[in-house]
């Protein structure tokens, strides 16, 4: 079947588009420490189909201890494998590197057993493109790899002299360096030796998400024929160093299985296969299935030919056609620009990965994907991204969120090895199915969408007692909701307090969304609505930071606010480590002061009306005003200013002046200046981890000139970065953007007047019908004039409700 699909989109793409040339595989891939992946972007830079269900690419050493390699990859560490499952953009302990291969040219002074024995270093930089991933090792060994759906092809080019082997390490997979309570384990394997390879599955456990065992089964072919032995040895995890005498015990016979199925401390298991001398270029085909052996050997068959050029150019067409020419930009020279839009606009592609028909404990038969890492991060800007121009996939994502929720009660917010957790704030599914709603998503049952919703509203999730915060489930739904349901904020009884009651305010929010045209009773949108309204029983006004007041705060029942500072006072400017157990995550209260999407209205009003609050904008700009960390020992803080560019919670604010009327042109300032900040096409091109593409859809939008409202059918405006960009949004239908006047060295990059279809506009924003229409146009005529044009309404906020406190 997958034969089928790329067989149609190579009849459809002879088009011509080539966009994969500006795609830098490299960028976000290293940290603020040059040549280290040491506060980077995680970014995972192997071979790939558009969320890809097989992610090939390298697993490597890392120098650095308080850095993990989250996707395998870093710039400086040796290569310990070949794996075929990977994340990208993710940050805390790893998951997956499994189901691996290794090239050897001799088997003197190696232990099968430990990796550190084999470890290669590299030979110059590796090189990249779309569908291709090359690495030379010191052996001499040149690697080159490329992906299909299920499948990976590897070709391994021997050096003349020497011996040539391939080793299969079953409990093979990514380590944590310092986040032990998240880190995999090995649990049990099983390998076969079959004709022309072998095949098997390996069990393993743990990760970020804490997940408990997920198995995966795999077929390998080589296109000559090798001697192959197998091997176990004892289980090593997680006291290695107890072990480091443990050699292999080779074993008789076509099969050999670390344990009894379901044994999570299981002999580890492998097999090396030895090629003739003569081999000098030895390929593999390997497939990866969730579900069995047999289906994992079925999806060879997607890979025909042993030319790896045969794959790497279908899957580039595959890239072409669904991704990349999705957004056209015509007439730019500058490839600077052109390299950060085709490369961001390529990692919002990556995750999750689309295992549909893979689900291996219930098929709903619709979409199915995993690895959704998390909604936390994607659910800002991400999802409206990919619902607009790759419905598919947005399809799949609020299908499988439903059936989670239908066969495990709870939606997930990060979902990985078909296991959720874990949730860093709200129940955040519910944006995403509010967003999808309001934008009208086909293919949904939204009766059955709007009941999970419910859930996360109304079911207080069972207790898993995750050490890094005791106080609720960080599994799945809303850990603090019994505060919620009581006081209609979350106290500092429970962790992260001020953070989850201004989320849970935006979840209850969806949720009147929902409601609104779901519900048969209209009193039901109506109680959300005001539930909504929660973060305002939290806005204390006599709280004062840098000559503001007002500010949101971590407040008991009886009104008193929890101090953080040592004389007893509290400040917003800080939230400790900003960790698990902190007041706030990831962010600072200033930061999330400004997160109410939906009652922009009242947030304005609480600060004293329109000049106010673009005086207290403006100071998030300010740099040096950030001083405390904002989490994951500050390595997510990203920059000085109190708006942090390189985690999510702040995402939206460059654009509120859109709320200020005539301050339009203030977010064309800030959103240039950040991206020109924080942006290049460098490898450390991005602010800190691209979380699963969420970073980089957040550069799309702004170089796009657009930036959605979550949860709501409406987009503000910005002023694009190239002069002629259009977007295919499916059913044939098209957005075509254009800019007069662009000229960014000489400043003129603001607003002057604008047409939306053809109308003269002097709004600050547009809505999705208006901008989905059909041939939608707008037409942008930019200046070097910080011109107030857009004095029409402000943006709506369709949740106003101002409590009186
Ligand atoms: C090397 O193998 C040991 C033993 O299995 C394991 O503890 C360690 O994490 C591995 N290192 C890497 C970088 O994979
Ligand atoms: C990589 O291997 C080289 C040579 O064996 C060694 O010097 C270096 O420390 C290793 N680096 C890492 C990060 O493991
Ligand atoms: C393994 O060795 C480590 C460090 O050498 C020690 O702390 C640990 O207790 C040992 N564990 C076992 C099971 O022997
Ligand atoms: C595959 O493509 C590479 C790069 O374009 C080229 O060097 C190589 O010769 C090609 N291999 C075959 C078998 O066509
Ligand atoms: C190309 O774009 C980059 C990124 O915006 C900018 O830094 C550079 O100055 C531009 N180059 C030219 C020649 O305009
Ligand atoms: C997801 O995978 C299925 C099965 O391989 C395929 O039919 C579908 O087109 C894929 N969806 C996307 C968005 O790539
Ligand atoms: C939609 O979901 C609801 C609630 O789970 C269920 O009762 C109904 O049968 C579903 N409808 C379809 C068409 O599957
Ligand atoms: C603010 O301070 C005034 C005067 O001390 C007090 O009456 C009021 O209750 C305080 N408000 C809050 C929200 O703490
Ligand atoms: C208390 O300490 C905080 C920071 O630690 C400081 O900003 C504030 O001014 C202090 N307040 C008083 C009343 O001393
Ligand atoms: C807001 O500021 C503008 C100048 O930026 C000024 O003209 C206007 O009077 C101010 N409005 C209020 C209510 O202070
Ligand atoms: C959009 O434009 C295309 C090409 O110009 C045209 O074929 C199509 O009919 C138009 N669609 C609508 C909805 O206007
Ligand atoms: C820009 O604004 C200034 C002052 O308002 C005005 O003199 C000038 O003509 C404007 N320039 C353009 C190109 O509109």
Known sequence: MILVSLAASIVVSKATTNYSDYVDLFIGTEGTVPGTSYNGGNVFPGASMPFGAVKIGIDTTEFNSSTDANAGYTPDGNVTSISLLHESGTGGAPKYGVVSQMPLTTLQNVNLLDNMTYAQPRVGHDSAGVGWYSTKLASGVVIRMAACMHTGIVEYTFPDKGEKHVLVDVSHYLPTQDDHLASQFYSNGRVELT?????????WRGGWNQGPDYTVYFCAVFDQSATGRLFRGPYTDPYWANFTGASPTYVNGSSVQGGVAGSQFADRVGAIFEFPGNASMVKSKVGVSWISEDRACEFLGEIKSWDLNETITKTKEVWEDDVLSKIQVKGEKNTTRLTMFYTALYHTALLPSNRTGESPYWDDGGGYVDDIYTIWDTFRCWFSLTLLINRPIATDLVQTVISVWRHERFMPDGRSGNYNGRVQGGSNADNVLADAYVKHLPGINWTAAYQAALTDAEVVPYNNF????????????RGALPDWLKYGFVTPAYARSVSRTVEYSLNDFAVAQLAAGLDRHPGVAQKYLERAAGWQRIWNRNVTSLGYSGFLAPTWPNGSVQANSPNGTYDPGTCGGCEWDAIAYEALPWEYSWTVPFDMRTLISLIGGA???????????????????VGSGGING???????????????????????????????????QTVDLYYNTGPSGLPGNSDAGAVDSWLVWNMLGLYPVVTQPVYLILAPWFDDITMNIGDGKTIHITAKGLDVANGSIFVQSLKVNGVGWKKSWLTHDELVKGNATLEFVLGVNQTGWDIGDIPPSPGHVQLKL
């Open 195 to 203: 004709k022309e390879g072998y095949r098997g599955w390996g069990t």
């Open 466 to 477: 995750d050490p890094t915060d005791l106080t609720g489930s960080t599994k799945e739904g």
């Open 611 to 629: 000049n106010a609050t673009e005086a207290r904008l403006d100071t998030m700009f300010v740099p040096g005003l950030r001083t405390g960390t």
């Open 638 to 672: 990203i920059g000085t200013t109190l708006f942090n560019p390189g985690n999510e919670p702040s995402f939206a604010t460059p654009f509120l002046y859109n709320y200020l009327p005539g301050r339009q042109w203030k977010s064309v300032l800030r959103s240039r």
